[in-house]
């Protein structure tokens, strides 16, 4: 299994503010995903970070919004840019077991903008 | 596209109660589905990984089913415990792939002492 870390785990921000969300995964992985969890809503898939190339956005995420770093194969950020209220939600990061595909997740940052 | 639908959306049950958990799924060819469960405001545990070759899986008071003719799993849990209160949600992987999923809509469990 992959232990992830995230930092921060909570943040409350400015409107207008960008802010940086680190993951470390205690391994070398291929793949690390970025989700966003909306209040009272299920997950949804913000983009998928592969080291040594650009992020994979689903549709209705975009990079200015959203970058991503993958700088090595242990480490990605997401910066949610110019945040309004509509950002305040929990942002997961993920990763994945080669062959069996269990999916392992950081314990989420809880952003509040005001 | 997958579509992942889960009843009931929240769930009330005194302590000592089994239940049962619904996940359905539009697109049964699909690698695995794994149950996970989340506490208030944190992130996901993973409870059980089903593969497409298995019909179920158990794990302690767990068990998951899973049909993938019909497009269904359910999540036993037994002997229900107040510490079981939380969410629970199954994830079913996009088509062509086995990492990027789908989440159900959750169900809300909450267990009375």
């Known amino acids: 299994s992959a232990v992830i870390s995230q930092k921060p785990s909570r943040d409350i921000c400015q409107r207008g503010t960008s802010l940086t969300i680190q993951c470390q995964v205690d391994?070398?992985?291929?793949?690390m995903f970025w989700y966003r969890q909306q209040p009272g809503q299920s997950l949804t898939l913000i983009a998928t970070?592969?080291?040594?190339?650009?992020?994979?956005?689903e549709s209705g995420f975009v990079i200015d919004k959203f970058p991503i770093s993958r700088p090595n194969l242990t480490f990605s950020t997401l910066t949610v840019s110019n945040m309004s209220p509509e950002d305040s939600s929990i942002y997961l990061c993920?990763?994945?077991?080669?062959?069996?595909?269990?999916?392992?997740f950081g314990e989420g940052s809880r952003l509040t903008v005001l | 596209k997958q579509e992942v639908t889960q009843i009931p959306a929240a769930l009330s049950v005194p302590e000592g109660e089994n239940l049962v958990l619904n996940c359905s799924f539009t697109d049964s060819a699909i690698y695995n589905l794994q149950w996970f469960r989340q506490d208030p405001g944190k992130g996901l545990t993973s409870l059980l990984l089903?593969?497409?070759?298995?019909r179920e899986q158990t794990s302690g008071r767990l068990n998951a089913s899973l049909d993938k003719s019909s497009g269904r799993s359910t999540l036993y849990i037994a002997a229900s415990q107040p510490g079981d209160s939380a969410t629970y949600l199954c994830a079913v992987p996009h088509s062509g792939g086995y990492q990027k999923v789908t989440f159900g809509t959750g169900t809300k469990l909450q267990v009375i002492p």
């Open positions: 089903i593969q497409s070759s298995q």
């Open positions: 970070a592969n080291q040594g190339s650009e992020a994979t956005y």
């Open positions: 993920s990763t994945g077991q080669g062959g069996t595909g269990e999916l392992f």
């Open positions: 391994s070398q992985v291929t793949m």
